[in-house]
C-alpha cells in the first residue's frame, strides 16, 4: 500500500554547461587504480603532455542546476579534455548519484563498461591516433539530453586527422572484452507480478472542505512477469503498473513524496497532468537511488488526470510502466455507482518479438518508430482476462477510470456487448456526453465511462483497434444474474427465442 505524500527536478531542456578545459596530465604508463565513485580525484592541470604519454583523468556523474552531468574532482561539469595524438587516455570513472551510466567517444570508436554506485567505477583506455575535436557523452537513453555530453580536444599535425570515422563505437575497457550481442536472455527466475487489481480505487471523498492530503510514493525496478514464458524488467511506482491511483478534491493541498529505491539504476521521477507550475513536479522530484523529495500542489481543477516518469528517456520510463492516475473529485463528487475500476493501456518495445521466450529488453529504435511489440492493460498480457477479471451483478451501474500511459498510441476504448450511458471525455468531469459506442483516450489522456449492466455474460473491454488483442490487449468483464429476454435473445431457425 501507499501512505498519502510527493517530489519533481526540473524537466531539464538541457543547456551545455560553459565550463574551462581540463588540462591532462601526464603520468607514468602504469594503470589506473579504480577509485569509489563518491571520490574520484581529477588530475592537476599542467602543461600540454609528450606525444606518447599516458594520462590519467578520474570523473564521476552527478548533478548540476538541474542536469545531469559528468564532474572533474573540483565539481566542473562536463569538463573539456585535452591530449596530444599518439597520447593514451586512461579514465577512471564512477557513478556520484547512483544511477547507471557509460562514457562514450563515438567518432573514436570507444566505449566504456556500464556502472553504477553498485557495481563501482570502472577504467577505460584508449589512444587517440588522430587530430580535432571529439564529442562524448553517456548513451543510456536520455542521460545526453539531459546533460550529459562534453568534448575531447586533440592536437596534433594537420595530416595526422583521419577522414574516415568508425560507423559503430566498440568497447575498450581495462580488463574486460568488449561487448557483443546476444541472443535472447532466460527468463528472470526472481519475476514476480506487477499487475495492479483493477479494484484498487480509493473510497469516495464525500462531502468535505479542502484539506491538506499527503501521499508517499516508491520508485522501483524489478523483473516482472509480461506473458507467458516472457519476463521483463519494470520501471515502476510502488511494484505495479499502473502505479497507486491518488484521490483527492478540489481545492485540496497535496503533498507528495517520490522515494527511490538505493536498489535503482535510474534516476526517476513524477510529473503528475493535475499539478499547476513545476512541470507537473517534474522539475523537482528527479531522485537519485536512495534519495527521496517532496513537493506540494494545490488541485485546481477537477477530472481525472496522468501521472508519468518525467527523466529522459521519458518514453522509456514510461513505457517500462512509470504511469498512474489521479482523481480530483469536484466539491459536490461524482455521482454514486456500484463498482469502480481502474485500468490503463500502455505500448511496450522490445528487441524481440511478441512470443519469444525468456527475458525481454526494452529496445530504443523500436519505441522512436512507435512500433510496439505489446499492448497491455495494467502492465502485462493477460493482466484483466486471467490474473485478474472485472465483476459485476446485473442492474449494477459501474464506472471505469481508464487512462492511456502510452508513450505513443491513440486508445479507441470500447466494451464488446456495452453502450457507455455517460462518458466523461479527455477526463473532464464538467462536460458529460451520453450514449457513447467507442471514445477516443490519448497518450497521456483520460476517460470516465459509466454503464448499467441490463444483461449477463462476458464482456470484452478493448482498443477498438483490434489488431491490438493479437499483441496483448484485453480485459474481461462478468456479469452475473438473470437474463431479460426483452434485452437480448438469440433465435433458433424457427423464430424461438432461446437464452
Not at 523483473?223 to 478534491?249: A, E
Amino acid at each position: 500500500m501507499f501512505a498519502r505524500v510527493f517530489a519533481p527536478i526540473p524537466l531539464a531542456i538541457v543547456v551545455l554547461l560553459s565550463a574551462g578545459p581540463l588540462t591532462i596530465a601526464s603520468i607514468g604508463a602504469t594503470a589506473a587504480t579504480a577509485r569509489t565513485a563518491a571520490t574520484p580525484v581529477a588530475a592537476k592541470a599542467a602543461a600540454p603532455a609528450a606525444k606518447g604519454a599516458v594520462h590519467k583523468i578520474a570523473l564521476k556523474t552527478g548533478m548540476a542546476d538541474g542536469k545531469m552531468v559528468f564532474l572533474d574532482g573540483h565539481g566542473q561539469a562536463n569538463p573539456p579534455l585535452r591530449a596530444n595524438v599518439g597520447d593514451t587516455l586512461e579514465i577512471t570513472i564512477g557513478s556520484g548519484e547512483g544511477a547507471e551510466h557509460d562514457i562514450v567517444f563515438p567518432e573514436l570508436n570507444v566505449q566504456s563498461q556500464k556502472f553504477s554506485a553498485a557495481s563501482g567505477p570502472t577504467v577505460l583506455r584508449f589512444t587517440v591516433a588522430q587530430a580535432g575535436k571529439f564529442t562524448y557523452y553517456c548513451s543510456v537513453p536520455g542521460h545526453r539530453q539531459i546533460g550529459m555530453e562534453g568534448t575531447l580536444e586533440v592536437s596534433g599535425p594537420a595530416g595526422a586527422a583521419v577522414a574516415a570515422r568508425p560507423s559503430a563505437p566498440n568497447t575498450a575497457v581495462l580488463g574486460a572484452a568488449a561487448a557483443s550481442a546476444k541472443p535472447i536472455a532466460a527468463a528472470a527466475a526472481d519475476a514476480v507480478s506487477i499487475v495492479m487489481d483493477p479494484t484498487q480505487v480509493p473510497k469516495a471523498i464525500g462531502n468535505r472542505p479542502p484539506q491538506l492530503v499527503k501521499y508517499s510514493i516508491e520508485t522501483a525496478e524489478l523483473n516482472g512477469k509480461l506473458d507467458d514464458g516472457t519476463t521483463f524488467t519494470y520501471w515502476t511506482f510502488n511494484k505495479k503498473v499502473p502505479g497507486p491511483m491518488l484521490r483527492v478534491k478540489q481545492g485540496d493541498t497535496v503533498e507528495l513524496t517520490l522515494s527511490n529505491l538505493k536498489s535503482s539504476r535510474m534516476v526517476h521521477s513524477i510529473d503528475l497532468h493535475a499539478v499547476t507550475g513545476g512541470h507537473g513536479g517534474g522539475a523537482d522530484t528527479q531522485v537519485a537511488p536512495g534519495e527521496s523529495k517532496t513537493v506540494r500542489f494545490k488541485a485546481l481543477n477537477p477530472g481525472l488526470y496522468v501521472y508519468h516518469c518525467a527523466t529522459p528517456s521519458v518514453p522509456h520510463h514510461i513505457s517500462a510502466g512509470m504511469y498512474g492516475m489521479i482523481l480530483v473529485e469536484p466539491p459536490q463528487g461524482l455521482p454514486k455507482v456500484d463498482r469502480e475500476f481502474y485500468v490503463m493501456q500502455g505500448d511496450l518495445y522490445t528487441s524481440h518479438a511478441k512470443g519469444t521466450k525468456g527475458h525481454q529488453e526494452f529496445n530504443n529504435e523500436r519505441a522512436d518508430d512507435e512500433l510496439p511489440t505489446y499492448y497491455t492493460f495494467n502492465g502485462a498480457v493477460g493482466a484483466l482476462t486471467k490474473e485478474f477479471k472485472l465483476a459485476a451483478k446485473v442492474g449494477e451501474t459501474v464506472r471505469v477510470y481508464f487512462g492511456v500511459g502510452g508513450p505513443n498510441k491513440v486508445s479507441s476504448f470500447h466494451a464488446i456487448g456495452e453502450i457507455f450511458d455517460k462518458v466523461y471525455s479527455e477526463g473532464s468531469i464538467s462536460s458529460v456526453r451520453h450514449d457513447v459506442q467507442t471514445t477516443l483516450v490519448p497518450p497521456g489522456g483520460a476517460t470516465i465511462v459509466d454503464f448499467k449492466l441490463n444483461y449477463p455474460g462476458k464482456y470484452l473491454l478493448v482498443d477498438h483497434a483490434l489488431s491490438r488483442a493479437g499483441k496483448g490487449l484485453g480485459a474481461a468483464l462478468e456479469v452475473t444474474g438473470p437474463a431479460d429476454g426483452t434485452v437480448y435473445q438469440a433465435m433458433d431457425p424457427h423464430g424461438a427465442g432461446s437464452h
